[in-house]
């Protein structure tokens, strides 16, 4: 059995430098991490989860790998608004992994 890499995934999407990420449902943040890359020093990401815990792994993640360019966002995606994220901010948005 063969697990999606997001690396390998985010290279698929068209994602290029300066551009702007949500990433909703973030978890742990592999794609997050992955968008941030793509994305470059230019670029951010949102990475936005209703877990306090997995957004604090997230931040631990980017500081270990000196990525400064996303921000997290605690946020209960079945109200809307509560990411508080301007229409039309980001130039992709993923959904992956969402229960």
Known sequence: M???NPEQAVKEFGIKPGMVAADF???AGYFSLALAKEVG????VYAI???KEVLEVV???AKSRHCSNISTVLADLEIAGSSKLKN???????IANIL
């Not at 039309?88 to 993923?94: H, S």
Request: aromatic letters at 8%.
């Open 41 to 44: 020093s230019q670029g951010r």
């Open 2 to 4: 063969s697990f999606l």
């Open 49 to 51: 989860d209703i877990q």
């Open 88 to 94: 039309e901010l980001a130039d992709f948005v993923l």
């Open 25 to 27: 449902g973030c978890g």
């Open 59 to 61: 931040r631990n993640r």
